[in-house]
């Protein structure tokens, strides 16, 4: 079965510090999202992206945060200088359109990024 | 924000037995609902979804109810099994922000023996 796959699986880094979690969406999928969870909360929407541009994007998406799709596979999702409260599971998400009846968002396995 | 709210932290239920699994929401926006299982550590799975055109949707074990006057829907597993121990959250979404998916805070869905 086709998966979203997200690398890495678990980032160390110290405040202050560039990170980039990159991910895989299904080969076949148009529309790709970045969701994250901190530890006991809700998973929450960042951003969603299609033909090579942010679609919506929610009020954590701020100036710090950024996303591209560099080639034909790659959807990356870039935090130029991390802060301790930005530490959260990173799940990246896609799907095949953004037709409501009959479609669903897949997700990755996500990307633990703890900001020390 | 609570626009999507699961109220029962935990369930245990007997294998073999029916698990439900409540949610509620608060935006009349909201026309579409999924239902996503996650193990620790591990991304979200996609398990089941309804329109809000529909008010059942049904695949294999597991069939989601759909009320929309009163806000809210159900998870039906039937029958339980071990391997439905996980968290499951309830989703939704409307169709003028389709992937902006607001989730629930889960239920933690304990299967016994």
């Known amino acids: 079965e086709p998966e979203v796959t997200q690398t890495p699986s678990h980032q160390v880094t110290q405040m202050g510090q560039e990170v980039i979690l990159r991910c895989v969406p299904i080969s076949n999928h148009l529309y790709f999202y970045w969701y994250r969870q901190i530890l006991g909360q809700k998973v929450e929407f960042l951003v969603s992206f299609y033909n090579n541009e942010i679609s919506e994007k929610s009020e954590i998406f701020d100036d710090q945060f950024s996303v591209e799709r560099p080639d034909g596979s790659n959807f990356t999702l870039k935090i130029r200088s991390t802060k301790l409260e930005d530490s959260a599971m990173y799940f990246c998400?896609?799907?095949?359109?953004?037709?409501?009846?009959?479609?669903?968002?897949?997700f990755g396995e996500g990307s633990w990024l703890t900001v020390v | 924000d609570q626009q999507v709210k699961q109220n029962s932290p935990s369930l245990s239920v007997q294998e073999g037995r029916i698990s439900i699994l409540n949610c509620d929401y608060t935006?009349?926006?909201?026309?579409?609902f999924l239902w996503y299982k996650k193990y620790p550590a591990e991304g979200p799975t996609f398990l089941i979804s309804?329109?809000?055109?529909?008010d059942k949707n049904e695949d294999g074990r597991f069939t989601v109810f759909l009320n929309k006057s009163a806000k809210h829907l159900s998870l039906h597993i039937v029958p339980s099994q071990p391997g439905d121990s996980a968290v499951y959250f309830c989703a939704a979404s409307a169709a003028d922000s389709w992937g902006k998916l607001q989730f629930g805070a889960g239920t933690q869905v304990v299967v016994t023996p």
């Open positions: 309804i329109s809000s055109i529909k």
């Open positions: 998400a896609s799907s095949e359109s953004d037709k409501v009846s009959g479609n669903t968002i897949y």
């Open positions: 935006n009349s926006m909201f026309d579409y």
